[in-house]
Structure formats: C-alpha cells, structure tokens
C-alpha cells in the first residue's frame, strides 16, 4: 500500500493516478468481502525478526496507519476530534447549570428524558438519508445544526437570567442533530480506509472521542470554576468553526449507485434485517441492558458536591474517558481476539462492575480509580462491537443501520440516566449507583443466557444462521455471507 496520497481522494472517471485499489475501495457499493481481483498476493519472504520490544509493542499498540495514509481520513479524524473536545466542555456545562438553577438530581435526569424522542426517531432518518446522499455533506449540514444549538446556550447565559427551558428545548435539538450526523459519520469510515484496516481505523476513531472525553470534562470544569458556563459555551463554539473548516475540506463521498431513495419502507427492511441477524441483536441487547441499569451521569453533580465542587464535576466526567484511553492506547491484542460476543459481554459485565466500585467509593480517587476500570470495560465492549457492525453489514445498509446502532447505544444512556436521577430521588446518590452496577451485571449474565448466538459468536466462523441463504432481509444478493 502506498503510503502518499495515492488513496485519498473520491474516484472519478477523467482522474489520473487512480488506482484499481482505490476504485474497489471508494465505490459506491464496496461489498463486505473484498473482490476477488483485489484479495491479498502471497506475502514476500519474511525478512529479519524484530526485537521482541517491538513486536510487543505492535501487538498491543494501537495501529495508527489509516490515519497517516488516507488523507480524508485525517481530516475527518481532526475535525471531529476538535468537535469533540468542545462538545464535551459542553457535555458538562449543561447539567451543572441546571442543577444550580434548580438544586434537583431528578431534573438533571429529566434533561436525559427530554433527549428520548429525538434520539429514537432521528437516527432513522438519519440514517436513511445517509444511504441516498452525500455523506460528507450531511456531516457537514449538522455540524453546522450543532454549532447553532451552542449559541442559543451562549445566547441563554449573556441576555439575562438564564431559561431552564432553554436547556431543555437544547437537550431535544442537540441529540436531533446528532443523529442526522452519526449515521452519515459512522457510514464513512468503511468508504475512506481498505477493509483490512478497519479494525485499526476504528480503533482510531474511538481514540479521538476518549482523548476529547479526558480533555473537554476537565477543562469544562476548570472554565466552569474560573469564568463561568458562558466561557464553556463560547469555547465549544469555536471548537465548531475549526471542525467545520475541516469538513469543508474533504472530497464528496456519494451514496451507491443503486441507492435507494429515503422512504418508510427502506427504514422498515433495515429494522427487519437488523432483527433477523442474532448476532447485531446482541450487540444492541447487551450495550442498553449496560447502560441502562449502569449508567450514573446524571447523579455526578450531586456526588461531586460531597467531592468539591465544579473541579471534581469535570473529573469525574472525565475519569471514565481516561479508562477508554487506556483501553484504545493497548487495543493491539484485539485483532486476535475471535470470539466477539463473550468479549462484549464479559467487557459490559465489567462495566457495571466499576459503577459498583464508584457507589461505595470513600474518597473521590477511589470514585475516580472506579470510573477508570468502568470506562476501559465500556470501550473494549464498543471496539468489539464495532468490529462486528463494520465486518457484517454491507455498504449499501450502512447508513441506516448506523442509525439503529445509534438508537441503541443512545437509549440506554439516557434511560438509564433518567433511572438513576429517580432512584436517587427515592433512596440516595450512592444507593442509586451501587444498586446500578450490580443490576448491570445481572442482566448482562441473563442476556448472556438467552442470547446463545451471539454468545457463541465467533468472526471466523461468520453470522452461520444466514451462510446458506446469501440473501439479506431487503431481498438483495448479499455477497459473501460467511464473513471473516
């Protein structure tokens, strides 16, 4: 593979330079299994063994490859890593400020609640306009959609006393946005980078969100302490204008030749497919029983006051991020790991593990330490996942079912939000976390249970349900059933 920029523009037929590589990758409709013309020669005489550091070190440090030879890649790495870092700042700013306004866990809980409907209904037609259109331009459209959601914030702060209602008609646009952004955003990456990197690529993706996730709580807290929630809001509006700068910069990347246009019925056959395969059942299933019963934010601004205050608010937000770093930074060992289902599973009973942890935590580096072993289980469960979306699902659904993995890994955080404020409310903050954890680990082991399939799953073996059909729930030829 040439490391230049050989692979980084969108094929065209009057181009030169375009290499048959490059066509079968950034096709309209690039197939799950390569074409034949294009699989791996047979590999050249291997040459002097490395030292055993090095191999080490290959083995378990990330690959960051696609991000070095795949220019819209980087661009689209850069962007949204900036975006990220704002976003979060953001992330914290809005609770804190509706707790200070209404001293209330339950009403931080509710901000959750009022994300419900956009986050089931917009991530479809996300996702089927990610089918039918450019993505990069839809990408694009909703950040815009975003940046504007940052201004009402800034806008809601610098008039006068400041709306709760205002934080709640920005709690519906934002998750409205995002999930007209996601589906295009997660369909991209199988068209910028070759199908053996895409282990490695999202590995990469998943580095930009931990990264922005350690950065953008802690400095969301620290601008919070020093200068207020106008700052955070002014600071991730300029995050938007870098990010925006970025996108502008990246070739189009069109939908299939055969795409279909938006419709109910598009949406329908992606839902019936989705459901027909257990194995993408299971990654949905496990991930929102997790994050249902586990997920404590919402009660981090009430468990930060017992803490100190805005600066422990932003490491504590911050503290599951840097699990998710460590896990990303040492992800080298998952590409030689086969059997994704007992990892998800194993990984999200961790999860609810560390939540346990936090709930009985005396001190906030012991809250921190539990935070930590929480968001590295959390991540290898959504590396694992990942890789089961992205080796499984054929181009020409990609944006659609990117909607559905969105509803599922979106749901369960805000439902679980809403539970954990209403527990709290009941019995007290920590009850409500500790109680979390354990009914997190529960129901992974349950789910675990009745979900044989995807227990069982193993990506040498492939989806083997639907080996003997080659033929997809939308009533198209799908090649290459048995996946690697």
């Known amino acids: 593979m040439d490391d230049g920029e050989g692979h980084e523009g969108q094929p065209s037929e009057g181009r030169q330079g375009v290499t048959p590589d490059e066509r079968g990758r950034l096709s309209p409709a690039p197939p799950v299994e390569p074409p034949a013309g294009l699989r791996p020669t047979a590999a050249a005489p291997a040459g002097p063994r490395p030292p055993w550091h090095r191999r080490l070190l290959r083995h378990v440090v990330v690959d960051v490859g696609p991000l070095r030879r795949h220019r819209d890649f980087r661009l689209l790495w850069f962007a949204q890593a900036v975006t990220m870092l704002g976003s979060m700042v953001t992330y914290v700013a809005i609770p804190y400020q509706a707790f200070q306004l209404t001293h209330s866990s339950l009403v931080v809980g509710l901000l959750s609640a009022a994300e419900f409907a956009p986050l089931l209904i917009m991530p479809l037609v996300g996702g089927a306009l990610a089918d039918a259109v450019d993505r990069r331009r839809l990408v694009l459209i909703a950040e815009l959609a975003l940046a504007g959601a940052s201004v009402v914030l800034l806008v809601n702060v610098v008039v006068g006393q400041p709306r709760l209602w205002v934080l709640f008609l920005v ?49 969301g807290g620290a601008l919070i302490a020093t200068a207020g929630v106008a700052a955070a809001y002014a600071f991730d509006i300029a995050t938007f204008v870098v990010s925006l700068a970025l996108l502008a910069l990246m070739h189009a990347v069109p939908p299939p030749e055969d795409a279909e246009r938006p419709s109910v019925r598009g949406v329908v056959a992606s839902l019936r497919y989705a459901f027909s395969r257990k194995v993408l059942l299971g990654t949905y299933t496990v991930d929102i029983i997790a994050m249902f019963f586990g997920m404590p934010l919402a009660l981090f601004p009430a468990l930060a006051e017992g803490f100190g205050g805005a600066r422990a608010l932003g490491l504590l937000y911050a503290a599951p991020e840097v699990g ?152 198209a030829s799908e090649p290459g059933s048995s996946r690697a």
């Open 324 to 475: 998710a770093l460590l896990a990303t930074l040492t992800s080298g060992w998952s590409s030689r790991v086969h059997r994704h289902g007992v990892a998800v599973c194993l990984a999200a009973a961790g999860w609810g593990a560390g939540i346990v942890l936090l709930g009985f935590a005396p001190s906030l580096r012991w809250a921190l330490v539990a935070l930590v072993v929480a968001g590295f289980a959390d991540m290898i469960s959504g590396i694992f996942r990942m890789v089961i979306w992205n080796q499984t699902i054929p181009d020409r659904l990609r944006g659609r079912l990117a909607g559905i993995e969105q509803i599922s890994y979106s749901t369960g955080p805000t439902l679980g939000n809403v539970e954990a404020g209403a527990v709290a409310s009941l019995t007290s903050v920590r009850a409500s976390i500790a109680s979390g954890g354990i009914l997190c680990m529960a129901g992974v082991g349950v789910a675990a249970v009745f979900l044989k399939q995807f227990w069982r799953y193993d990506s040498r073996c492939g989806d083997t349900r639907h080996d003997d059909t080659r033929r997809d729930d939308t009533g």
């Open 171 to 219: 709690a519906v646009a934002i998750p409205a946005c995002d999930g007209l952004q996601r589906p295009p955003l997660d369909a991209l990456l199988p068209r910028l980078v070759d199908r053996d990197e895409l282990t490695a690529a999202g590995a990469i993706s998943s580095l930009r969100w931990t990264a922005g996730g350690i950065l953008g709580p802690a400095l």
